[in-house]
C-alpha cells in the first residue's frame, strides 16, 4: 500500500463511557443502565443488543443469554486474534476472575510457571485488560510489593465470571441456569466491580470540571491489613487526601457506613495532622436522615447515582462527546 508507514496518528478507539448510555437507552432507569455497563463495558455493539423496551431480565431471556449472541465468542476471538498463545492467556483472566489476584496465586492456579506468569501478564496489560493496581497512597506502585492483579476490560470481567463458566449450557439452549445466576448475582457483582469504578471516574470527571476541592495525582483504592476503603484520591504536593465508600444496596445508605469510614481514618493516613481529609459517599438509591445529618457535620460529599450519571453526561459534553 502506498500509505503504509505514512501514518500521522494512531487512535486508539476506546469504548463509550457510562454518561453515552442515557442518549441510547433513555427507556432504562439509570440503575438499569449501569447494569447494561457492567455487561457491555461500552462496547457500541453490545449496547446495540438491548432493547430499551425491555428491563434487565427480559433483555437477558430474549437477546443476551442465547446461543447466537456474539458476546459468547469474542472474547476467545479476541485472544485468539492477538496473542499466540490464547489458551495459557485464556487461563490467567479465568484466575484473575475467580479471585486470584497476587501474582503467585495466578501462576498456581492457572498451571503457569511462576518464573514465566509475569510475561502473560504484562502483555494482558498493555492490551488493557489486566492492570496491577496498588493502594493509591503508595507513591512509587512500581516498587510496591502490595500489587493485585484485576480485570479492567468490564466485558472480559463479565464474561468469564457469568458468561464462560455455562458456556456450553447456553450453546444447547439450556439458558435458565444462567439466567437466574445473573438476576440473583449481578447486583453483588455489580456493587463489588461497576459501582467503585464509576465512583473514581466520577472523581476524575469532576476534577477535569474544576468541580472537585482538589486536583487528584492518583485516584484508585486503599487496603491493609487493618482498613480497605473502595475509593481513594490523593494530590501529595497539596496533601489533600479523599476517602470514599460505595453502597450499592436496595435502602438509602445509613449513619452507620459514614461513621465507620470516618473511624478508618488513622489506618489509612498516618500522620493526619498533615493532611486536609475529604469524606465521600455514592450511594444508589440515596440516604437515610442521620447519615445527612452526619455528612453535614463533617463535610462529607454525599454522591447519589443520579448525581454520578448527570455529571459524567456534562463532562462528556464539554470534551465535545
Known amino acids: 500500500s502506498p500509505l503504509y508507514g505514512r501514518a500521522t496518528v494512531r487512535l486508539k478507539l476506546q469504548p ?48 443476551i443469554v442465547t446461543p447466537a449472541n456474539v458476546m459468547l465468542t469474542d472474547a476467545a476471538f479476541l485472544l485468539h486474534e ?26 498456581t492456579m492457572s498451571g503457569i510457571d511462576r518464573s514465566n506468569i509475569s ?4 502483555v494482558l496489560d498493555e492490551l488493557g485488560y489486566v492492570e496491577r493496581r496498588v493502594p493509591a497512597t503508595v507513591r512509587r506502585p512500581e516498587r ?12 472480559l470481567r463479565f464474561y468469564f465470571r457469568f458468561l464462560a463458566p455455562n458456556l456450553a449450557a447456553i450453546e444447547r439452549g439450556r439458558v435458565r441456569q444462567t439466567i437466574d445466576l445473573l438476576v440473583d448475582h449481578l447486583a ?19 476534577a477535569e470540571m474544576a468541580a472537585f476541592p482538589f486536583l487528584p495525582e492518583r485516584v484508585g483504592s486503599f487496603w491493609s491489613r487493618e482498613a480497605q476503603v473502595d475509593v481513594l484520591a490523593i494530590n501529595w504536593r497539596t496533601k ?53 445529618w452526619l455528612a453535614a457535620v463533617h463535610g462529607a460529599m454525599l454522591v447519589s447515582l443520579q448525581q454520578m450519571e448527570e455529571d459524567m ?7 465535545g462527546g
Open 119 to 122: 510475561k502473560y501478564l504484562s
Open 82 to 107: 492477538q496473542l499466540d498463545e490464547p489458551r495459557n492467556y485464556m487461563a490467567v483472566i479465568e484466575s484473575i476472575a475467580a479471585g486470584y489476584h497476587r501474582l503467585t496465586e495466578i501462576a
Open 16 to 63: 463509550l463511557p457510562f454518561g453515552a448510555l442515557a442518549d441510547l437507552l433513555p427507556g432504562h432507569t439509570v440503575e438499569q443502565r449501569v447494569a447494561v455497563y457492567t455487561m457491555t463495558g461500552g462496547v457500541p455493539a453490545y449496547i446495540e443488543l438491548f432493547d430499551d423496551r425491555l428491563n434487565i431480565r427480559q433483555n437477558l431471556e430474549q437477546r
Open 144 to 155: 510496591s510489593r502490595q500489587g493485585r492483579y484485576v480485570i479492567v476490560d468490564p466485558y
Open 240 to 292: 489533600e487526601i479523599l476517602l470514599g465508600e460505595c453502597k450499592w444496596e436496595q435502602g438509602k445508605t445509613g449513619r452507620k457506613v459514614l461513621q465507620t469510614l470516618l473511624e478508618k481514618t488513622d489506618k489509612v493516613v498516618p500522620g493526619r495532622a498533615e493532611w486536609h481529609i475529604h469524606y465521600a459517599l455514592f450511594s444508589r438509591r440515596g440516604f437515610s436522615p442521620a447519615t445527612e
Open 188 to 206: 453483588d457483582f455489580i456493587g463489588a466491580h461497576t459501582f467503585e469504578e464509576l465512583a473514581r471516574e466520577w472523581i476524575e470527571a469532576r
Open 313 to 319: 453526561r456534562q463532562s462528556m459534553a464539554g470534551k
